[in-house]
């Protein structure tokens, strides 16, 4: 049987068909989310919510760029929840992972008030890809790892990648 998590990989994939870019992107983040979810200790159902965020976390952008033109974090929190609800429901997930999961899609570009180890990981890890993805200089790597980064994972994580924030 295939395990639920690759339900969503494969839903997400069908849903941004033709965009390598995004599909690359959050396999990548799904990716680092998993390991620093696992390192940290997360439990099993928190893990789960995790891991389905990170899969849908920018399911906004096609939507935001056909209703605005753009595809920026605060329209990607807008618009996104409803399309990770209607993936996700369709998947029958859980009506409570569903609406965490929603939470953390509309709330993944912000950077305050986070309230849970779930939302930690998931911007961390989305942090990783995207420091890569946009060729953020050393400058704003160290910033990043120095405002951002909370958990020993995903610090350890950024180290290995980034030797500017070490210094």
Not at 33 to 46: F, N, T
Not at 84 to 99: M, Y
Request: glycine share 6%; charged share 25%; proline share 4%.
């Amino acid at each position: 049987m295939e395990h639920p998590i690759e339900k969503a990989i494969a839903a997400a994939i069908a849903y941004d068909a033709g965009d390598v870019k995004r599909i690359q992107h959050f396999l990548k983040v799904h990716a680092f989310a998993r390991l620093i979810g696992l390192e940290e200790g997360l439990d099993p159902h928190m893990q789960f919510v995790l891991e389905t965020a990170a899969v849908v976390h920018d399911i906004g952008i096609h939507k935001a760029e056909a209703v605005y033109g753009v595809n920026t974090g605060k329209y990607q929190e807008e618009l996104g929840p409803a399309e990770a609800e209607a993936l996700l429901s369709q998947l029958n997930w859980p009506r409570e992972v569903i609406r965490r999961v929603m939470y953390l899609v509309g709330h993944h570009h912000t950077y305050t008030n986070i309230d849970g180890l779930d939302y930690q990981i998931l911007i961390e890890a989305d942090f990783l890809v995207n420091l890569y993805e946009d060729g953020e200089p050393p400058a704003a790597q160290k910033h990043v790892y120095e405002t951002i980064f909370q958990t020993e994972t995903g610090r350890r994580l950024c180290r290995q990648q980034f030797p500017a924030v070490c210094e």
